[in-house]
């Protein structure tokens, strides 16, 4: 099912959502709408919105838009509960000249994320926004990662899923990344591809 500009938000509150698809198809933009939808009209409290962003800085490839925060999107954001990191997010394939650069990015960022998943684990809010799913699972658990989900009353997350973000020593990477996406989009309550 597509995800577009015009979906009714309100079926999505206390259900699990995944947006998916291709770079620059307005997977962040569509999160922050639903944080803004939250909060000015649903009413919830700026702090039962647990936002975990795993996007890399806003950058260009190809002339595609890559990565971007929710808080580029709705600056009100930053209200709710933003668990941080100390550092960046480093596009893995973006930034490598090698396999071996790429698995450097790849631990990097592991590393940042699953003790920012670890602090919602232990102090959950009933909404979870995630920013860039695929960036954890490049070698983080789907399993880990539903748990996680499965502490909120509402989820809603985005993923890249496509074929524009590549590199001749990232073939591997891209095909686990595809089918971790391919779990997650059976594993929730919705799902839906943007374009």
Known sequence: M????NSDMSVLVGKKTLIYGEANTGKTLYTAKFVQYLIEN?????????????????????NLKIGGRI???YEHSLKCNLITFVGEIIPPRLNAKNKSDLYSNLCNNFKKIHETIEKYNNSPTPVLIINDISIFLHLGSNKYLINAINKSNTFFGNSYYGSSISSKFSK????????????LIKNVDNSFLTS
């Open 2 to 5: 597509k995800y577009s500009k």
């Open 42 to 62: 649903k009413k919830f409290r700026s702090q039962e919105i647990s936002i975990l962003d795993f996007a890399p800085r806003l950058t260009y490839f190809k």
């Open 71 to 73: 808080q580029d999107y």
């Open 172 to 183: 591997l990477l891209s095909i686990i990344e595809k089918k971790k996406v391919e779990f």
